[in-house]
């Protein structure tokens, strides 16, 4: 079948780092890109990793092993904004993971 | 940035009635958008992929006939929601990009209750 599993919830405190896992089950993989959601809001587009390895963008950081079937989320320098949830989606398929609630705390 | 707007953002209608949303790319032009529905808690699913000019593409086992998609123009895609019914009470999100490949702009979403 065609997947993408990531943790359901993650807690970290203020500016600590965190890193978001996504491993996935698909055919004809174009890339993997990472949305963040809050709340009540549309997904918003932090980040695209088409080949392996590492794309940085500001705090947001995404990494793609596509040998392994797997990419993270970086966050760092939490801030108390980051709360929401953060899907990986498979780029092509339009597929979506089930989300990772993250919470930052004080 | 690419901007997508939706229209209503909510919406609570009667069971049996029919809801239309809208959904525009206020700057740039859009040949293909995409409708998704999110379940509170829950992930995106595609529902169709609407093609300008075409008819929509639907994923398996959304209705085509309860839900309608015209894509009258380059920049705006409709979603119809027919005869709703409590069950369909959900989070309806459209996204636009050049094509399945490019990255996604999203709408804010338009969320919808039936009674």
């Not at chain 1, 980051?82 to 092509?92: K, L, P, Q, R």
């Not at chain 2, 996204?95 to 999203?106: C, E, H, I, V």
Request: some cysteine; proline content about 3%; charged content about 15%.
């Amino acid at each position: 079948g065609q997947s993408l599993e990531q943790p359901s919830e993650v807690t970290a405190v203020e500016g600590a780092i965190v890193q978001i896992n996504c491993t996935y089950q698909t055919s004809g993989f174009y890339g993997l890109s990472w949305y963040q959601q809050h709340d009540g809001g549309a997904p918003t587009f932090l980040s695209y990793n088409a080949l392996d390895g590492l794309e940085e963008t500001g705090r947001f950081s995404s990494f793609l092993s596509r040998s392994d079937s797997y990419g993270y989320l970086l966050l760092q320098e939490l801030q108390m904004k980051d709360s929401a949830s953060y899907f990986c989606s498979h780029t092509g398929k339009l597929i979506f993971g089930q989300g990772t609630t993250l919470q930052v705390k004080p | 940035g690419a901007v997508v707007s939706q229209h209503p953002s909510r919406v609570i209608c009667k069971s049996g009635t029919s809801v239309k949303i809208e959904c525009r790319s206020l700057d740039f032009q859009a040949t293909t958008m995409f409708w998704y529905r999110q379940f509170p808690k829950q992930s995106l699913m595609l529902m169709a992929t609407s093609n300008e000019g075409s008819k929509a593409t639907y994923e398996q086992g959304v209705e085509k006939d309860k839900f309608l998609i015209n894509h009258a123009s380059l920049t705006l895609s409709t979603l119809t929601v027919t005869s709703a019914h409590p069950e369909d009470s959900s989070f309806y999100i459209c996204s636009a990009g050049l094509g399945r490949s490019d990255t996604q702009y999203f709408g804010p979403g338009t969320r919808l209750t039936v009674l």
